[in-house]
């Protein structure tokens, strides 16, 4: 081969060499690139997820943090309820304003046995009374005090009517809507059987759950001369001259005990039928109602002005009721209104003299009571006898 | 130049250049492949920190949890505590075992303002006393409780010396140590101001967090006829027949009281020792001790054995008492007690007939009466004048 050539491939070799390597060159140069990229933006998603655990630990570490004594910072304690209350109440609407209104008003507490063990309830037995700590669950603001405790709102006033619309501090009423939802009352203890204490004279929803049950010290916890402001003392305007029965309501009744006769608290029609007179005798219904009657299907809450001293009181709230078929004014005899106790609807009306008039009682569909293996009057019967 | 050379040139040029490329491609490739392992490391620790993000926040969700109230399980609430009790009691010694035992006893409920409007304390001043739901923050076996609060464990029965050493269930008694550790106790209002409610006749500790306020409602609290068992009612062996000062005791409290009477919630000296015969008059050594006298230098815990009346309250607990220089049964009017109030340590004896007398006082290191913006005085006698 000519030495031309051999330059010319030389050449060739050299420059294919050369655009090779580049070529090699620049494509690794842009994995390397790539790669760079990737490890950048893993590197920084990497310390968005550190954040996020941090974060999520330190929040975590506040809501189980030991509480700090030495100052006002003020860290969340979580309360494990030890029970919950099987109560003849099925809604707030209905259930007394103060306790030991009504005597026949019956609950069963009962605690949960893996971690109350009944050796815990030994001798409460022995004493006539007892507090109830328990928590205010069917306050409707309760989803945003649990996701930010520290942060939840609360009103700081509510509306009293009796002072003529004015407002005093939550803290100078039983509001439940406070800023620890913790509700405080007393009831008469029946008797200890096992696990759950029989308690009578109760204001407790069915369902609510329980906190802590301390024994009644009236050396502690009966002040004597203890004083109210005067607008708390004011009598109830309206009361309830007599409570009776339709003719047509037995049959209802009798028609319904077959199935709740089964889970009730109570041994009998006939009991059942005293403590809905118990119940009635108090003007149970809302404010609101009182001033303007109007029908309510069911109510789902109760209109919760304080005015009433008996409405000053822990079962309240300040809901506006719901009318499930509000036509307008009606005449006040004529307005059916409804308590549901034990799961069973009671419809009655109040006539221009205060006389209550319990017409009917059919089995709610929308509050039913609890699942079977509920307490019921056979734990009543063992203590009663 | 000769094409020889060309040629030589040329080759040397194609040589050099694919030993650049070889060699430049090597070092690109090593930088490469470490990168790739860096890469691949970052994205593990990126999982390892999800992974732990995810944890984080599960048990954050489930310690804030909401609370399901058709069933019986139960889940934690968070309870953020209102304010904080800044009382004239430093340690659990001293503490009255009942709310308004010592009227003198002041404290200053102050709230956090960033969550306690004061607007919500407007008319609490109108009652005469209300209600004090409080954290009981220095059980000992909190730690275990918060961490894991469905799994802490509890005495479910506390021993009763005057029953003979029996223990009953703890529901029976106030004792703090229960599943949730609230304590329920009464106090006398005696004026709201701003974030901050004076309160009389105490039994808190000082920086006791609290979690609500309610009003004392004497027709809802207070029941006539409370029956107790028998052995709650039982006197207390010994009585307090006197409370004097030893000659030496006023130099050292005119020597403390240049401090300490800043941040003192008390007028004057004389207040003072008011305040100290209140607290005296009543036996404070706890059981243990009485049966069986011994220094204590501070006493850390009381011995909480419940069997008189008076022991079955809100303040103390079960722990023996925490001696310091233990030297041995000392005859009991030799034996020097401690009292601390507002970060003052008093020593007293308490002679054969139940005399008290108060030797001297000085100010103590181990609890330190508070930050300096404490209420004090100042607050008081705005009210009291």
Chains 1, 2 share one sequence.
Not at 8 to 23: E, G, H, M, N
Not at 67 to 74: D, I, R, T, V
Not at 75 to 84: A, E, K, N
Not at 224 to 247: D, R
Request: aromatic share 8%; net charge neutral; hydrophobic share 35%.
């Amino acid at each position: 081969m000519s030495s031309k050539t051999l330059t010319l491939v030389a050449f060739a070799v050299a420059a294919s060499a050369i655009s090779a390597s580049t070529a090699i060159s620049f494509y690794i140069w842009g994995k390397f690139k790539r790669l760079e990229k990737s490890l950048n933006s893993t590197l920084q998603k990497c310390a968005a997820e550190r954040q996020g655990r941090v974060r999520a630990q330190q929040a975590l570490r506040k809501a189980l943090a030991q509480p700090k004594s030495e100052n006002l910072e003020l860290t969340s304690y979580p309360m494990t309820p030890i029970g919950v209350v099987q109560s003849c109440f099925s809604t707030r609407n209905g259930t007394p304003r103060q306790p030991l209104l009504v005597p026949l008003a019956r609950a069963c507490l009962v605690f949960d046995a893996s971690r109350v063990p009944p050796a815990s309830l030994e001798g409460l037995g022995e004493y006539s009374h007892c507090w109830i700590l328990y928590v205010f669950h069917l306050n409707t603001d309760l989803e945003k005090l649990w996701k930010e405790p520290s942060k939840s709102k609360f009103k700081a006033k509510v509306r009293v009517p009796r002072l003529k619309g004015e407002r005093i501090g939550v803290f100078a009423t039983r509001s439940p809507h406070r800023p620890c939802p913790i509700g405080l009352t007393v009831a008469k203890v029946e008797a200890v059987q096992g696990n759950t204490v029989l308690l009578s004279g109760v204001d407790l929803v069915d369902g609510t759950p329980v906190l802590d049950v301390k024994p009644y010290l009236p050396y502690c916890d009966s002040i004597q001369g203890a004083e109210v402001p005067e607008w708390v003392m004011v009598e109830n305007k309206l009361t309830i001259a007599s409570v009776s029965f339709a003719e047509g309501f037995f049959s209802t009744l009798d028609d319904c005990w077959g199935t709740a006769g089964k889970k009730s608290l109570y041994a009998s029609i006939d009991e059942l039928q005293s403590l809905i007179k118990q119940v009635l005798s108090w003007d149970i219904r809302s404010v609101s109602q009182r001033n303007r009657p109007h029908d309510s299907l069911v109510m789902i809450g109760n209109d919760k002005a304080f005015g009433n001293p008996s409405d000053i009181d822990e079962n309240q709230d300040e809901e506006t009721s719901v009318c499930r078929s509000d036509q307008g004014p009606t005449p006040s005899e004529d307005v059916i209104y409804h308590l549901i106790l034990e799961g069973l609807d009671l419809s009655y009306r109040i006539d221009g003299n205060g006389n209550v008039i319990v017409e009917k009682v059919s089995i709610s569909s929308e509050f039913p009571n609890g699942k079977q293996n509920r307490c019921n009057y056979s734990m009543w019967r063992d203590h009663l006898t």
